[in-house]
């Protein structure tokens, strides 16, 4: 049995519930454990949470989990702490966990480079079949160990902002309402793939040829970019032909960092999610570019209808899991067995927030009520179309700043009358979304070419 991590002992923040587990081809998940995400409440009201997801292997991963939650908590940010410094704190500890990871596997670097040097020393020699048997057996022991790692998100809720960083393809999506009621959802990270053209940018300025790397879909023995640990397509990666040919180590562990972001009362609820859930949800419904969308209409539609927040996270995995398995069966498609999959959400007040020192654990929604909100399209070229799910622009706090762009999509609203925005105010004129600039233009070609019809002044 394996032995529970410390970080499970943190005292946990109230408002985030979290599911985490392998999916099994079934669909019906055994047993729902936490070992791969933490979500803490600290002494001077901060908040830390985070997201790991294996790759190939969970040791590594919990040793990267548990080692990111100790550099960060054990010596934690303080209300003197300049942004810049909070933002510094984050990315030295991603270095601190890569260098630690490298320092723990030392002993079996090592003894690969020696096993190497006896193989080739072996390799003359007609007697010694057994021998080298053992040593290619111990050196793919020793590859499995290396190859061991995870991608990771880290959110920091400190001074009421909140901070993001991320290595690989984990996500942290921000969803909060608009200036007319309409909740959006933000990508806080950045993807690190071979779909990303500055991950791509910094690859061919190592000399690898990216259109191969395009059409392999993978760096060595892995799809992402970025990660921490996985040795073997970093200090080896001359070991992989698609990636030799680099002037330095391809895959980095060096993080992206968003924030501040002042939570206003604006933010509804925050998701890190596992790039195993949300690439489910693109292979059903095809369109990657709503897929963070769909997610969240999920979610919502997820907080209406449980009545203990702390089911919600399951039963999104649930609902996602079980439509994934129906479409692999439709299509005559086997899913990949036990991808790692986990969901945490950290409500901030689509629901009413729960007080992190109250006795009670659990929150009961009341006449909680969601509905979809169709928004008129406008045939006007003077305004902008916009998608209701948008990547998030680094130093900026203002996710919709131009006023007139129009959202061509249909959004989700939290009601106004459960969650009030604003004050009523009886006279606020609503913002018209019909353009009738083109009508007056014709109207004055018209007066001044003498052709303007006399019912019309």
């Known amino acids: 049995m394996i032995a529970r991590p410390w970080t499970d002992d943190l005292p946990k923040c109230r408002n985030t519930c979290v599911a985490s587990y392998f999916s099994p081809l079934d669909g019906n998940p055994s047993s729902n454990d936490d070992y791969f995400c933490f979500y803490c409440h600290t002494e001077d009201n901060s908040c830390l949470y985070g997201v790991f997801e294996p790759h190939n292997g969970l040791d590594a991963a919990r040793f990267i989990m548990q080692r990111m939650a100790a550099e960060i908590l054990f010596a934690p940010p303080s209300s003197s702490n300049t942004d810049e410094e909070i933002r510094e704190k984050l990315r030295n500890a991603f270095v601190s966990v890569e260098n630690a990871y490298i320092e723990n596997y030392d002993g079996m670097i090592a003894e690969r480079t020696s096993l190497q040097y006896r193989l080739q020393i072996l390799k003359g020699h007609t007697q010694s079949t057994q021998m080298s048997d053992n040593i290619l057996f111990r050196l793919k022991e020793i590859d499995q160990h290396l190859s061991g790692g995870a991608t990771v998100v880290i959110a920091l809720v400190h001074n009421n902002k909140l901070y993001v960083a991320n290595v690989g393809e984990t996500r942290a999506l921000l969803c909060r309402t608009d200036d007319n009621s309409v909740l959006r959802v933000v990508q806080l ?268 002044k």
């Open 189 to 456: 990270t950045v993807d690190h793939s071979l779909n990303n053209e500055d991950e791509l940018l910094r690859l061919s300025q190592l000399g690898l040829d990216v259109n191969k790397l395009r059409n392999a879909q993978y760096l060595g023995n892995q799809t992402g970019t970025r990660c921490l640990g996985n040795y073997l397509v970093k200090g080896l990666y001359k070991a992989f032909p698609t990636i030799s040919a680099a002037s330095s180590e391809p895959v980095v562990a060096a993080p992206e960092i968003h924030g501040p972001i002042a939570l206003d009362e604006s933010c509804r609820f925050l998701v890190l999610v596992s790039a195993g859930v949300y690439k489910r949800i693109q292979e059903v419904r095809g369109n990657s570019e709503q897929t963070n969308k769909q997610l969240s209409q999920i979610i919502v539609e997820n907080f209406r209808k449980q009545s203990e927040f702390k089911r919600v996270s399951q039963s999104v995995l649930e609902e996602i899991e079980e439509e994934f398995l129906s479409y692999c069966l439709k299509n005559s498609l086997t899913p990949k067995p036990n991808t790692h999959v986990t969901l945490l959400i950290r409500n901030f007040n689509f629901l009413p927030p729960i007080p992190q020192n109250d006795a009670i654990n659990t929150v009961q929604k009341q006449n909680a009520s969601v509905r979809f909100n169709p928004i008129v399209q406008s045939k006007s070229n003077t305004f902008l179309n916009e998608m209701d799910s948008e990547p998030y622009s680094p130093g900026s706090n203002d996710f919709d700043k131009n006023d007139s762009n129009i959202d061509t999509n249909r959004s989700i609203e939290s009601s106004s009358d459960i969650y009030p925005i604003r004050p009523y105010d009886k006279d606020r004129r609503i913002k018209g979304y019909v353009d009738f600039s083109c009508y007056y233009e014709n109207v004055e070609k018209a007066r001044k070419n003498g052709t303007l019809p006399s019912f019309i």
